[in-house]
């Protein structure tokens, strides 16, 4: 199945005063903890409720992580990390600065690989993933979706 995404126009500006269109990622549903764990138990030996459990100790074991302020790097997945965003700007005086300026959130960032040259290869969840432009996709959830290594007129493109 592919990525599928729509265009949108931004509501600003650019320096030239034009409105810009861009793709933007569409959700086609959401899966939830339990279907994640019947998924896995079907590739492991672990039944559905051993792969709930040790899910449910993961997420646990990773804020415990995040709120002593430090990051978890799962190997081959990603890391996760806490950070603050600044709600409305700064502060004159260092001694006024408070978190009650910023909303606290979870940056996760998947893992990558890199060339030798140290420039980015790949990212984990992304690489191989097809996009197809949210008109292409066919009504049939069943039809094959044409491929591309590289976006063409059809609005399709492959990441990795």
Known sequence: MPVIYQTYQSQFANRSGKKLYYPRVVLTGSVGTDQI?????????LTTGDVKNVIDNLVTVVTRHLQAS??????????????????????????????????????????????????????????????????????????????GEEEDDSGQGTFG
């Not at 764990?37 to 030996?45: D, M, P, T, V």
């Not at 890391?79 to 502060?91: A, E």
């Not at 990558?112 to 009504?139: I, M, N, W, Y």
């Open 37 to 45: 764990a019947r998924e896995i138990s079907e590739l492991s030996s």
């Open 70 to 147: 430090e990051s978890v790097m799962l190997d081959g997945f990603g890391s996760f990390r806490f950070t603050l965003n600044t709600l409305n700007g700064g502060v004159e005086n260092e001694a006024d600065v408070s978190a009650t300026q910023s909303q606290l959130k979870v940056r996760f960032l998947p893992t990558g690989t890199r060339h030798a040259d140290g420039t980015l290869a790949t990212r984990s969840l992304v690489q191989g993933a097809k996009c197809v432009r949210f008109e292409a996709v066919p009504a049939d959830p069943d039809a094959t979706q044409p491929g």
